[in-house]
């Protein structure tokens, strides 16, 4: 059964650049959520989108944006990183946020 | 507000005994209730589910989980743990009277399946 694709699975940056993860929803799952889980750390709630709406906002820094698109993508763009950005970024979906949320495999982003 | 508590950040067992990881929740109204297992450097790996009905629920991989109102508990048990059973379990809450569908986890707890 095909999963959340999430890309690139690592990314290395040096502070001050920019970021765009992106992330594939499951075909037909129509909301999207992203979560930043720092080293030892609980994954913490980041942004979400529905129908290409943002739906939810949480704890997204305002140098991190992200959209979803018509094909139900999303991406999220991080800008003038810092050091404490690096961490695993996830990205799940699920159809109208009734199912559960499927998880993707994560990129893991290293500012340095 | 919804929240997850996690009372232990680590649990032991020896393989082929019972495994009980403890979860608490808080929700302003009715709970839909989740337990998620994380292997190393992979994403979350959805396992179970509650959200109505039989408060014993079944999930994959011999897991399952029994959702108690009065306590606002939702306990993840296996009766008999294997070593591959070994990773990091997050339980997590979403609030269904919330117009936002996002969920809260907890820190998580470290299972170790000794041979």
């Known amino acids: 059964a095909a999963g959340v694709i999430q890309s690139p699975r690592h990314l290395i940056k040096e502070k001050r650049e920019t970021a765009t993860l992106k992330c594939y929803p499951i075909?037909?799952?129509?909301?999207v959520y992203w979560y930043q889980q720092g080293p030892g750390q609980d994954p913490q709630f980041l942004i979400s989108f529905y129908e290409k709406m943002q739906s939810d906002k949480g704890s997204i820094p305002d140098r991190f944006s992200a959209q979803q698109f018509s094909d139900y993508h999303s991406e999220l763009n991080m800008s003038s990183l810092e050091l404490g950005d690096s961490a695993l970024y996830f990205c799940?979906?699920?159809?109208?946020?009734?199912?559960?949320?499927?998880f993707g495999q994560g990129t893991r982003l290293t500012v340095v | 507000a919804q929240s997850v508590a996690q009372p232990e950040d680590q649990v032991n067992v020896a393989e082929g005994n019972p495994l009980t990881v403890k979860c608490t929740y808080s929700v302003s109204g009715n709970p839909y209730l989740f337990w998620y297992v994380q292997y190393p450097n992979r994403g979350l790996q959805f396992l179970l589910k509650?959200?109505?009905?039989?408060?014993l629920v079944k999930g994959s991989y011999g897991f399952e989980a029994e959702f108690n109102k009065s306590q606002t508990s939702f306990h993840l048990k296996k009766p008999s743990a294997l070593v591959s059973d070994s990773a990091l379990y997050f339980c997590?809450?979403?609030?269904?009277?919330?117009?936002?569908?996002?969920?809260?986890f907890g820190a998580g707890t470290t299972v170790t399946v000794r041979a």
């Open positions: 997590a809450v979403r609030d269904l009277s919330s117009n936002d569908y996002k969920l809260s």
């Open positions: 075909p037909r799952h129509d909301t």
């Open positions: 509650y959200i109505t009905g039989d408060n």
């Open positions: 799940a979906s699920s159809l109208e946020g009734v199912t559960e949320a499927f």
